[in-house]
């Protein structure tokens, strides 16, 4: 059964570009308002300005996840705008490629804390508020990459988004909130690289499947966008 979604109200972090940008675009094809994030308001302004045709309300938020004070400032700049309904966890960032055992602690920690520790700020921020009023979705990106340990950083930091998405989903059982991890696919995207096997577009429609359909896919589940191509 498909949801109707008119009128409500989503963050989609890391959306001022790449998958961000083509969520943010499918959302509000469904009559979705958006809050664009960007690490600058004028990044997040380009994003706003392709969603003007969709005739849905918008807004730009801006700040880095590189810091726990970052992420709270990000929760607390969408909560002045709106209660938040739908939460998109997508910014993220690759650690460079290099040997695993060269990686240093640093590195680890960086990226843990822009992968890992900033989501879940974000997400213990807005999932309350969406058990207060019955009703809301959030979806954390993760990856399927596999066997890479020069990558081994990012790998790690997304089966930990994996575990919370889990455990977060027995938390809400019952709530009215679902929660889930979503794999993207091997896109070209800054991130994924121009040897990506699929444009960025391809994301969609498969990103918003957990959110415009009810009981498709339990929550808590680990989900792959490129598995509802063509739907």
């Known amino acids: 059964m498909m949801t109707d979604l008119k009128g409500k109200w989503a963050l989609v972090t890391g959306s001022s570009r790449g998958i961000g940008r083509q969520i943010a675009l499918g959302l509000a094809q469904r009559g979705v308002n958006i809050i664009v994030h960007g690490r600058t308001m004028a990044n997040a302004e380009a994003t706003r ?7 849905v309300q918008t807004a730009c938020i801006c700040g880095s996840l590189d810091s726990d004070d970052g992420a709270r400032g990000i929760v607390e700049q969408a909560r002045a705008v709106a209660d938040i309904d739908i939460l998109y966890n997508n910014a993220a960032i690759q650690n460079e490629w290099k040997e695993v055992w060269d990686i240093a ?51 790690a930091s997304k089966w930990a988004v994996n575990k919370y998405v889990f455990d977060m989903a ?39 499947v957990p959110v415009i359909t009810d009981n498709v896919i339990p929550s808590g589940a680990v989900y792959r966008a490129q598995d509802y191509r063509g739907l």
Do not use: C
């Open 49 to 55: 300005q392709l969603l003007a045709p969709k005739g």
């Open 105 to 155: 602690i640093d590195e680890w920690k960086a990226l843990f804390q822009i992968n890992f520790f900033s989501q879940v700020i974000i997400a213990n921020g807005l999932l309350p508020g969406m058990v207060k009023r019955g009703w809301g979705r959030a979806i954390i990106l993760t990856s399927g990459i596999p066997d890479i340990p020069q990558l081994s950083p990012y790998g």
């Open 170 to 208: 027995a938390q809400l059982r019952g709530s009215g909130v679902t929660i889930h991890a979503l794999d993207p696919g091997w896109l070209r995207t800054d991130l994924g690289g121009p040897e990506g096997e699929h444009p960025v577009e391809a994301v969609l429609p498969g990103a918003l």
